[in-house]
Nanobody, 115 residues
Framework: QVQLVESGGGLVQAGGSLRLSCAASGSIASINRMGWYRQAPGKQRELVAVMFTGGKRNYADSVKGRFTISRDNAKNTVDLQMGSLKPEDTAVYYC?????????WGQGTQVTVSS
């Protein structure tokens, strides 16, 4: 089992910045993928950014150039620095841990961007 604890999020004006953090604990594999997904009201959950232990990063096209994902493998943490936020970034953001065929999720943190 893997437990994920998220922090950060909140309310920000368009153009502003926020930072999300997530800490994983439990049975952590040495090679894994951690990252962030989001779900807006009435929409499906979508990938925002993920990062592998080896350093490879994947971003959604909608956030490229604005968001930066980073991780500390020793601490099993992953952060998402969000900049130039837009109202369409408003969603519940979920931390994700992926290993093999298993996915674990955090409880979600609300990000609201006002126009």
């Amino acid at each position: 089992q893997v437990q994920l604890v998220e922090s950060g999020g909140g309310l920000v004006q368009a153009g502003g910045s926020l930072r999300l953090s997530c800490a994983a604990s439990g049975s952590i594999a040495s090679i894994n993928r951690m990252g962030w997904y989001r779900q807006a009201p009435g929409k499906q959950r979508e990938l925002v950014a993920v990062m592998f232990t080896g350093g490879k990063r994947n971003y959604a096209d909608s956030v490229k150039g604005r968001f930066t994902i980073s991780r500390d493998n020793a601490k099993n943490t992953v952060d998402l620095q969000m900049g130039s936020l837009k109202p369409e970034d408003t969603a519940v953001y979920y931390c994700n841990y992926h290993y093999g065929t298993r996915d674990y999720w955090g409880q979600g943190t609300q990000v609201t961007v006002s126009s």
